[in-house]
């Protein structure tokens, strides 16, 4: 149950003046016709075992899964060529059903993007799937712990002048879940039907069906939880 404050009517949730957060890939836009290219062609050079849509864990920080894979030492450098295969494939990113017209809708001091990307590879598939850009940005290299860690989402509140209870945050990934209730927000929701196995308050399938009209956010949601 959301903790922040709402009104119900059967699976259709309003939210009024809240703040709110967005994930990037996954919610705002598709990114895996763009990443599994560029990931397969690093590892391809670095870890030639792994394989992005069968081993990437999703939600988390680039930088903290190369170092994984190819240790601490040799972490930066390829992860400085990962991200620039990133930026040269983002031009194959889509958005996300409902993303562009949902943001373009929100004034600008109410809502902030909070990704696990590195803030060069957000803005290109950004611009690759024509979502508007955010007013208020928080990327991997903003935080010095990522998801599941609280620090993305409570910086993302802080930078919009909010308290995380009243911000309701939408994700994608177990991760970004974990994080968004741990910094303590007042309401999350699941992007996809994937993400219901973080257990958000309300799962959607796409942005399709979430709107903002005169400060209140509404949700027709495809699950609640409480």
Request: aromatic share 6%; net charge negative.
């Amino acid at each position: 149950m959301p903790k922040l404050s709402h009104a119900r009517n059967g699976d259709s949730w309003e939210f009024a003046h809240a703040g709110l957060l967005f994930d990037c890939d996954g919610v705002l836009v598709d990114s895996v016709a763009a990443a599994a290219p560029a990931w397969d062609a690093w590892a391809r050079r670095y870890a030639p075992s792994f394989d992005f849509l069968r081993d990437a864990p999703h939600g988390m920080r680039p930088s903290e899964v190369v170092a994984r894979l190819v240790g601490r030492d040799a972490a930066e450098a390829a992860t400085a060529e990962l991200i620039a295969l990133e930026i040269a494939a983002a031009v194959h990113t889509r958005e996300i059903p409902g993303a562009a017209r949902l943001v373009g809708s929100l004034p600008r001091d109410a809502w902030a993007l909070v990704t696990s990307s590195n803030r060069a590879v957000a803005m290109a598939r950004l611009r690759g799937s024509d979502v508007p850009r955010p007013p208020v940005m928080v990327a991997a290299e903003d935080v010095s712990r990522g998801k599941p860690e609280p620090d993305p989402y409570l910086l993302g509140a802080y930078l919009l002048a909010r308290a995380p209870e009243d911000c309701v945050v939408f994700e994608d990934s177990v991760p970004g879940i974990r994080s968004a209730r741990a910094a303590g927000a007042g309401a999350v929701i699941g992007v996809g039907m994937e993400s219901a196995a973080g257990d958000p308050d309300l799962v959607v399938a796409d942005l399709g069906r979430v709107r903002w009209r005169a400060g209140v956010l509404g949700v027709d949601a495809a699950g609640a939880h409480g």
